[in-house]
């Protein structure tokens, strides 16, 4: 069987493109249900070889460069990211048959993403790794652009695209600088890269794959992106997508550079880390978008992965097999975690724009009762991206806190020093998302609906429901039985750091060491359930029968007019003001948050108005410096048009002196 | 053929000239004015084709004897005399204006030299030690030629610079063993018709601006800008 799984997989990912060329010419349906049947295919082939103990195998194909054929390659790390990938792709193509209105131009790209993605995943060289990850880029860049007809959506798929065109320039550097063009993983791993040219792989990589995972400071394309595709797409973008550029750096430092690496390797992966966590947690409570809050969310999740990730290399390279075997494991576990709810998260928010009409929180409203599968699966997520007990979401922050922790024996006072600052800005960054997962249920899902459209909403059609009942009940099962999937992601434990999980995660507990106290989930979902069932009783007990609808304390507006006669929905609190305390305490630090309020003079009738903004400080240091740099670039390229001859000759001239100094300096070395 | 290594008359003479070569370089440098100019050409030209005729006479390679006239009776005689002619009818035989001063010229010329060996001599150890060494000197050759192009402001200072570069080439092929006659030939031959076509310029640019400064070319393109 295990002979099978390749051609198998291959075998799906062929369907793939064939569902593409249908869909070219059948439209969107097609493209939804090939991808559903492929995808599931997929799953099924990868949870068979995970739960076979995943053993390694290699087919070649004839993919890539002329005259050498491409090397598919299955160990633990890809099929447990294959599962992933393909379980969200099966509920993402569900999602896809709900869709309505106009067929778009931009179907068959869904299933060409699901099949880059795949054989990113599947890559056993470098230059089937690129094509793989490149066609992913492109397919999503497409989906992205799917609503071409706005002016912001343009936008969006424009900055994805710049970002994706520097992200490649590295991958495919970092690659190449891996090993000898075409050479299949094994031979990079008998040589890794050292010393110099190991830090630029490093750098490379960091860049390459992490701008498309999210990893700040190359996180500012999410936002946009994730606002403008259709749901189904922003699902499968940040459940999937984001994984497979993790994967990409896992398989990258973890397996393919070796464990001879240094130890300071994980530090910018920690920085960049926490630096996302903190900053995509902060603007998920600004953004009034709902589906940019999700983004934003997504910068924040994959950042605490990346910490664990960096974590656990650290801790390889200081011999702590058991410390870097629970950080990988709870890194892997919060990225299949975040990868089911936020998939689940992305459909409903996509069922809410098809059913609301809006994606602005200013403009929802009251949808748990005219929505409520949408509604019910949004809860659960909401509680997952909050970190509460018993959910998914709880078990990976747990397991990760939980190994920050024990990271005070790698090091120092210096290093304990520095992974309590970390601890704390987890914390921090943890709080601030249980704070935007209160802000997008409280305002999108409960209180009066703001505006007709949102009181008229419609739940979405069965293919939907079913999706995100589907992504409910595994998030739900992730949450209780943890192990579960721990279970599944050990051989790539095994085959990453030595150090697995198997010992410390039985059936119903979860414990960061092996002889400690642990997590038992069903245990906390038994005992509170039955607090609930109490609280519950009580207040069923002495409640008054009946209930009644009275006026909501409405900020102090003035009165009504006589058709509302609870108020006006409009005065209900909505996202930016749900947001001002933070923006106000954090903000102005963190994001150079201002507000002016614009009165009108004395003897006008006009409103006041109230206006804020406020900046990403990635967009703030990194990318309008570079905006003015390319500026003085260009510049400095316009006048070389303008030379005249003997200057354009002395430019030659000092080009070929220049180069006969690096000639002659790189000879005496 | 030969052998050629340190001490032997054949390299020492071979060397000699290769240096002599590159002497006048500097003389082509140093002058500021026309006349002298091309007569240091000239005299470039002359040791060049006597160099030519010592490779020919060491290698027994009898197609040198070609290159050597080919570099004596054109480069050494018929272009100085043309160029001579050219001053002439200009009459701009009085000064030559250069853009960077003679001492800085030369300044720079010596650091290009120094450079010219630092590539050369690493790169070429497998190679017999009289190629080496004047393959150092044909390229010190070839960058002051560039210096000279971009050092002067007139087109006629600016070919010989290039006429100059050439010879370098020149050099560099009869120092090597084998070096195929064709490809010198093509070389005179090109550099012959860039010189037809440089001096068809030098009357066309005279006749628009009543000066040989080619910087005065670049305002025609400021005009459409």
């Known amino acids: 069987m295990t002979d099978l799984v390749l051609p198998w997989l291959g075998l799906v990912m062929l369907g793939l493109c064939g569902t593409a060329a249908m869909a070219a010419v059948s439209g969107d349906r097609a493209a939804g249900l090939g991808s559903l049947v492929a995808c599931g295919a997929g799953a099924l082939a990868a949870l068979l070889h995970l739960l076979a103990g995943a053993p390694e195998a290699r087919l070649a194909v004839p993919l890539g460069l002329a005259g050498r054929s491409g090397l598919l390659a299955i160990d633990g790390v890809s099929s447990l990211f294959l599962l992933l990938v393909m379980t969200i792709g099966v509920a993402a193509s569900a999602a896809s048959l709900d869709r309505h209105g106009p067929p778009s131009a931009t179907a068959p790209a869904f299933p060409v993403f699901l099949a880059g993605m795949a054989l990113t995943l599947l890559a056993g060289d470098g230059v089937t790794l690129v094509l793989g990850f490149e066609a992913m880029s492109l397919a999503s860049f497409i989906l992205v652009a799917t609503d071409h007809r706005e002016e912001t959506v343009r936008k969006a798929a424009l900055l994805y695209l710049g970002i994706a065109g520097l992200g490649a320039v590295c991958l495919v550097a970092a690659l190449g600088l891996m090993g000898e063009t075409g050479v299949g993983f094994d031979a990079i791993r008998a040589h890794p890269p050292r010393g110099v040219r190991a830090v630029a792989v490093l750098v490379l990589v960091l860049i390459g794959a992490g701008s498309k995972a999210g990893l700040a400071p190359l996180h500012v394309w999410l936002p946009p992106a994730h606002a403008a595709a259709p749901g189904h797409v922003s699902a499968l973008m940040s459940g999937a997508m984001t994984k497979v550029a993790l994967y990409v750096i896992v398989r990258v430092l973890f397996d393919l550079a070796g464990a001879g690496q240094p130890g300071w390797f994980g530090v910018p992966l920690i920085a960049m880390g926490l630096a996302g966590a903190v900053i995509g947690a902060l603007r998920a409570n600004m953004e009034t978008d709902i589906k940019a809050v999700l983004a934003c969310s997504t910068v924040e999740n994959v950042g605490l992965i990346a910490i664990g990730l960096g974590l656990a290399f650290a801790a390889r390279a200081a011999d702590l097999p058991s410390l870097a075997g629970l950080a990988l494991g709870a890194a892997l576990l919060h990225a299949m975690g975040h990868g089911v709810f936020k998939g689940m998260l992305f459909l409903g928010a996509g069922s809410i724009l098809h059913g609301a009409g809006s994606r602005l929180m200013e403009r929802l409203g009251g949808l748990i009762r005219p929505m409520p599968y949408t509604a019910c699966a949004m809860l659960l997520g909401a509680a997952c991206l909050a970190g509460l007990p018993p959910s ?15 990271g005070i024996r790698l090091g120092g006072l210096g290093v304990q020093i520095a992974i309590c600052v970390l601890a704390g800005g987890m914390a921090l960054a943890t709080a601030l998302a249980a704070s935007a997962a209160v802000r997008l249920v409280g305002v999108a899902l409960l209180g009066r609906p703001r505006t007709p459209r949102a009181a008229a909403a419609t739940e979405s059609g069965p293919p939907l429901r079913w999706a995100v009942i589907l992504l409910g009940l595994l998030s739900l099962g992730m949450g209780l039985v943890p192990s579960l999937v721990l279970g599944l992601a050990e051989p790539a434990l095994q085959h990453l750091s030595q150090g697995g999980m198997a010992q410390r995660a039985g059936l119903l507990t979860l414990s960061p060491h092996l002889d400690g106290p642990g997590y038992l989930p069903l245990g ?18 002495r409640a008054v029968a009946g209930h009644r609808t009275g006026p909501a304390w409405d900020c102090g507006f003035g009165a009504p007019p006589p058709w509302l006669p609870n108020g006006d929905p409009a005065t209900q609190y909505a996202g930016g003001s749900f947001a001002q305390p933070l923006r106000r305490a954090l903000g102005v630090a963190l994001l150079d948050a201002d507000e002016t309020v614009v009165m009108p003079p004395p003897d006008d009738v006009a409103p006041a108005r109230f206006a804020e903004h406020s900046v990403d400080p990635a967009d703030r240091l990194l990318f309008a410096p570079a905006g003015r740099l390319r500026a003085v670039i260009s510049g400095l390229a316009d006048r070389m048009t303008f030379l005249t001859v003997r200057q354009s000759l002395a430019v030659l001239f000092a080009a070929l002196v220049l180069f006969l100094v690096v000639v002659a300096v790189l000879e005496q070395a | 053929m030969e052998r050629m290594a340190i001490g032997t008359l054949s390299y020492d003479a071979a060397h000699l000239l290769g240096a002599l070569v590159l002497a006048l370089s500097f003389g082509l440098l140093s002058q500021r004015r026309l006349g002298p100019v091309i007569n240091a050409y000239a005299m470039q030209a002359i040791v060049l084709a006597a160099a030519a005729a010592w490779q020919a006479h060491v290698q027994h390679a009898p197609e040198l004897y070609l290159t050597a006239a080919v570099a004596l009776g054109a480069k050494g005689v018929a272009m100085p005399l043309a160029l001579h002619a050219i001053v002439r009818r200009l009459r701009i035989g009085k000064s030559v204006e250069t853009a960077l001063g003679i001492f800085p010229t030369m300044a720079l010329g010596v650091a290009l030299v120094a450079l010219a060996v630092l590539v050369v001599l690493p790169t070429t150890t497998q190679s017999q030690t009289l190629a080496r060494d004047d393959l150092s000197l044909a390229l010190s ?28 080439l020149i050099l560099a092929a009869v120092s090597v063993n084998g070096m195929p ?41 400021s005009g459409h800008r």
Do not use: C, K, P, Y
């Not at chain 1, 998914?392 to 024990?406: K, T």
């Not at chain 2, 006429?163 to 370098?168: Q, R, V």
């Not at chain 2, 030939?185 to 400064?213: C, K, N, P, T």
């Open chain 1, 392 to 406: 998914a979401g709880f078990a990976g922050e747990w397991l990760l806190f939980q190994s920050v922790l024990s």
């Open chain 1, 524 to 541: 906390v979902a038994l005992l509170l359930g039955f607090g609930v069932a109490v609280i519950a009783a009580v207040l069923r007990a």
């Open chain 2, 181 to 221: 006659l064709v490809v010198e030939l093509s070389v005179a031959v090109l550099v012959l018709v860039g010189f037809v076509v440089f001096g068809v310029f030098f009357f066309r640019i005279r006749a628009e601006f009543d000066s040989l400064e080619t910087d005065h070319l670049d305002r025609i393109g």
């Open chain 2, 141 to 168: 050759v070839v960058l002051l030629g560039l210096l000279m192009m971009i050092s002067r402001r007139t087109a006629i200072t600016q070919v010989i610079g290039f006429l100059s570069l050439e010879n370098g």
